[in-house]
């Protein structure tokens, strides 16, 4: 196994993604704990775009999910780490949803794609039948 | 919270406030574009400068607004997008296409009234 420099996480909080309203619930949440952690300017709008995007297919393609945000100090950096996990019906190709465009549900398809872009760290595990989970970072510089 | 939209003359304006859900932004579109019927309305504003997130379903809403208006014969604008919004929506993927933007409210009215005034001079 990789040595992996211990991770210490100090403050983790999980919200309900049900609705509409814990979308901008979570962009919140998000924007307020990256902001305790030393975030600044654009890194916030980035980060809560991010979790905009995520949580909103949580509500569009799955019934709810959870999203758990954690401070992270990992070796030397420091960063923020957010898990959005449903128990939705999943994504049979998840390459395919990963690409700019393609969408199921008429939408622009730049969620999943955009939102790898926007953060530092970005994995999505997923298969049909499994439900979705969308871990992703950004580090401070 | 719904947006208010207020009526300047020919033209009509809605600031999006920060905290706006989805259903906010939808029901934004389908106020907008019944009053510019109402009032045949000559453009539209939409004022972004307090919203500190314009994701893919805002930008598809907005683009709706915007051909929406067009089809009801009316200009929209957009003004105030923040430069970390706008730099979200670029590494998004996004593309405001063909939708005028301005600086601030100030400039927007300018740049409304210029167009307004164009197409009026072209309906005599
Ligand atoms: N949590 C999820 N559960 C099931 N399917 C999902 C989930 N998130 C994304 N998808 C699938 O991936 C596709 C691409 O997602 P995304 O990039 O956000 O674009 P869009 O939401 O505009 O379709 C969606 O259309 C949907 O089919
Ligand atoms: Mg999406």
Sequence with gaps: MLERAASVTDDAITIPIEGDAD????????????????????????IATAISEITRNIVCY????????????????????????????????VQQA??????????????????????????????????TTVTMSKWLR | MPVPILKQGD????????AMSDSDLALLRDDLTSRIGEFHSLGVMIDVSTVDVLDSFATRTLLDIAENSRLRGAKMVIVGIQPPVAIAMVKLGLILDGIPTAHDLEDGIELMRRNVGKSRQRDR
């Design chain 2, 11 to 18: 033209i009509l304006i809605a600031s999006v406030q920060e």
């Design chain 1, 23 to 46: 979308i901008v619930a979570a962009r919140l949440k998000s924007r307020q704990l990256a902001k305790q952690v030393g975030f600044t300017g654009t890194d916030l709008v980035l």
């Design chain 1, 62 to 93: 799955a019934t709810g999910g959870q999203m758990t945000l954690t401070a992270v100090t990992e070796g030397r950096r420091r960063g923020i780490t957010f898990v959005m996990r449903d128990q939705g019906p999943g994504i049979s190709d």
């Design chain 1, 98 to 131: 990963m690409r700019d465009g393609f969408s199921t549900g008429k939408s622009l398809g730049l969620g999943l794609p955009g939102a790898r872009r926007l953060m530092d760290d970005f994995q999505i595990v997923s298969s049909a039948g499994q439900g």
